[in-house]
């Protein structure tokens, strides 16, 4: 259920929890590693089928839910409204290579609930070099904050223990630009405020 305005989001940490539901492993991980990146997010179900997504969502409330259309058992058509049934104010973001070449697929997908949709990588080649899907997923869901403001916690994980570099240049611009003025209170740790402000560890006085 959307956190109403106003209201702490589900998570106890301030992040704001999503299911990812596709027949394919492949883009299940890869969804997730997208939203993951942003720091705010957190996929707490990943499951491949919509009725496996209406058995999580009667054990586990979810914020948004990104779904495909084309799946086995039951497809994301068919489990939408009954997503919605059990939480109206769920937000669903539909994700399927058939919102590229099916308007109406996708018109009907919003007729009945959906809140968006985006096409999603379709080969190896396009999910190994989606920077823009992973950008276009992780905006949709930052639209969906702004739209819907509520007291939130950040704390980028930006850096690794070994100093590398966890987020690209492109994840740190919306991160800064769009989730950071949206926070109550920023946490990061040393490295990630290090990287924030630019500032050398000797000058951590300063931080």
Known sequence: MIAPKNAAPRDAEGRYRVMVVDDSAVIRGFFRRALESDP????????????SAIDSLRRTGVDV????????VMDGMTALPQLLAIDPSLK???ASTLTVANAEISLRALARGAHDYIPKPSTAAEIHSADSFQRELVETVADYLERHPVPLVVDPVMVASSGSRLLREDAVATLTGRIFPLATVVTPNLPEAQ????????????L
Do not use: F, H, K, Y
Not at 65 to 72: K, R, W
Not at 195 to 206: I, K, N, V, W
């Open 40 to 51: 705010t997010i957190e996929v707490v179900a990943s499951v491949g089928n919509g009725q």
């Open 65 to 72: 839910a990104v779904l495909d259309i084309e799946m086995p």
């Open 92 to 94: 669903v973001i539909m």
């Open 195 to 206: 990287a924030l402000t630019g500032l050398a560890t000797e000058d951590r006085a300063l």
